[in-house]
Nanobody, 125 residues
Framework: QVYLVESGGGLVQAGDSLRLSCTSS????????MGWFRRLPGKEREFVAA????????FYADSMTGRFTISRDTARNTMYLHMNSLKPDDTAVYYC??????????????????WGQGTQVTVSS
């Protein structure tokens, strides 16, 4: 079992920046990828960004490339999502997730077995 706790959400204005944190515990050695997803009001979960825990690759949804960045503090078992130039369309609940190895598509939520509780990000215009 892997336990994930997100923090850092809040209410910001368009153009502002925000940093989300995801701290993991439990059997973290079983994790191959860590990802961020979001759920916009009335919509399905969508992929934001992910990184392989061996540090080999980090990838983003096209709409987030250049605005969002993942970083990790392995000593603290914490992953961050740095969000810049936020827009009202970024308003969503953001989730941290962990995936085991040998999944078909790490851009799809089905690859991720463990999820945090989510943190609300609201961007006002």
């Amino acid at each position: 079992q892997v336990y994930l706790v997100e923090s850092g959400g809040g209410l910001v204005q368009a153009g502002d920046s925000l940093r989300l944190s995801c701290t993991s515990s439990g059997r973290t050695s079983d994790t191959y990828a860590m990802g961020w997803f979001r759920r916009l009001p009335g919509k399905e979960r969508e992929f934001v960004a992910a990184t392989f825990t061996d540090g080999s690759y980090t990838f983003y949804a096209d709409s987030m490339t250049g605005r969002f960045t993942i970083s990790r503090d392995t000593a603290r078992n914490t992953m961050y999502l740095h969000m810049n130039s936020l827009k009202p369309d970024d308003t969503a609940v953001y989730y941290c997730a962990a995936a085991p190895p040998r999944q078909m598509n790490y851009r799809h939520y089905a690859a991720y077995y463990y999820w945090g509780q989510g943190t609300q990000v609201t961007v006002s215009s």
